[in-house]
């Protein structure tokens, strides 16, 4: 700010002295023109001089030349404003026109030989995404969640990153483990995906939602939800369940009750190494049509000129216009 301040007097001084050139050269130029004819004398000049014609002849003359200084100074100190770059606050309220997905993990004892896996399929379906808000719950007797849904992706994958890491542990107690182990059983698949479910925000607004569930199925204990009624849970909260199933074809029975839930909510079950997985799941969320999410108004500032480059170039137009009548 103080920079712009000394940048704009430094410009008045110069247009000052600017101005003063001019009317000194103004001035010269006058008087050259009048002993450019030599020879010429006028009897009883003084009286000339008072006569009302000659003096308001005068007055013009000076009003122009003073116009000219004053404008020309104006127009120099809008050309400042102007290389200053004005700048007003403008709120704006971004919106985010894609779709919500939260990542499910199951971490009970069955999953841990695959669990690295799953977390390498959800960075590869995270490089498929452009704009989807992403968050990741997981659970085994309890639900924790690790982050909540956002859309910035080098977080996400840090995140990702960091669960995995977590597998390969030496502590008693692993990162992937904490808060998970808070109830009876393990493996809970239907309070899991009950709880996954319940994490979507902004649920009085129509938004495409859906939830990619990494589980092998195998409940030990009794759980609050079965997963049939967690998968109804859900179809009535307008969210889809998208499976990975690390014993795809190996359990028909186990297979069959994560197809059936999937299904329910219009989603589908995959077989976690088929190949085609992480562009069918893809594929199948975004062709969900896409919904508008407000985010929060921000205030931002930006450049503003234009009413400053619009004085200038009347105040420009000015300053020649009445160069031009001091001319003639």
């Avoid at 009883?44 to 005068?58: G, H, K, V």
């Avoid at 104006?74 to 770059?85: F, K, N």
């Avoid at 990153?161 to 502590?171: G, I, T």
Wanted: neutral net charge; contains cysteine; aromatic residues 6%.
């Amino acid at each position: 700010m103080a920079l712009n301040t000394w940048w704009l007097v430094l410009v008045a001084l110069g247009v000052l002295i600017v101005a003063v050139v001019v009317g000194i050269l103004l001035g010269l130029r006058g008087r050259a023109r009048a002993d450019a004819a030599p020879g010429v004398l006028v009897s009883r000049a003084e009286r000339l001089r008072t006569l009302p014609s000659f003096r308001s002849a005068i007055r013009r003359r000076m009003s122009l030349l003073s116009g000219i200084l004053v404008v020309g100074a104006v127009a120099v100190l809008l050309g400042g404003v102007v290389a200053a770059r004005p700048m007003s606050p403008k709120t704006v309220q971004p919106v985010n026109t894609s779709r919500d997905i939260m990542l499910c993990l199951d971490v009970s004892g069955s999953m841990s030989d695959v669990d690295v896996e799953v977390l390498r399929v959800f960075e590869e379906l995270l490089k498929g995404f452009k704009g989807e808000r992403i968050g990741l719950t997981i659970f085994n007797s309890s639900p924790v969640q690790v982050f909540p849904l956002t859309d910035d992706y080098p977080f996400v994958k840090t995140q990702l990153q960091q669960l995995r890491s977590s597998f390969d542990y030496r502590e008693e107690t692993p990162e992937h483990w904490v808060g998970t182990l808070n109830g009876p059983g393990a493996s809970l698949i239907g309070d899991g995906l009950a709880a996954c479910t319940m994490r979507f925000d902004h649920a009085e607004d129509e938004r495409s939602r859906s939830v990619i569930l990494a589980t092998d199925n195998e409940v030990a204990g009794a759980s609050i939800l079965t997963i049939e009624e967690a998968a109804q849970y859900a179809s009535s909260q307008k969210v889809r369940v998208f499976a990975l199933n690390p014993v795809q074809g190996k359990d028909a029975k186990v297979s069959k009750q994560l197809e059936d839930a999937a299904a329910l909510t219009g989603g589908q079950s995959y077989a976690l190494r088929d190949t085609t997985t992480v562009s069918d799941i893809i594929t199948r969320i975004q062709q969900q049509e896409a919904t508008a999410l407000k985010g929060q108004a921000q205030v931002i500032r930006v450049d503003s000129p234009n009413l400053a480059i619009a004085l200038m170039l009347v105040a420009i137009l000015g300053f020649l216009t009445l160069l031009w009548r001091v001319r003639l």
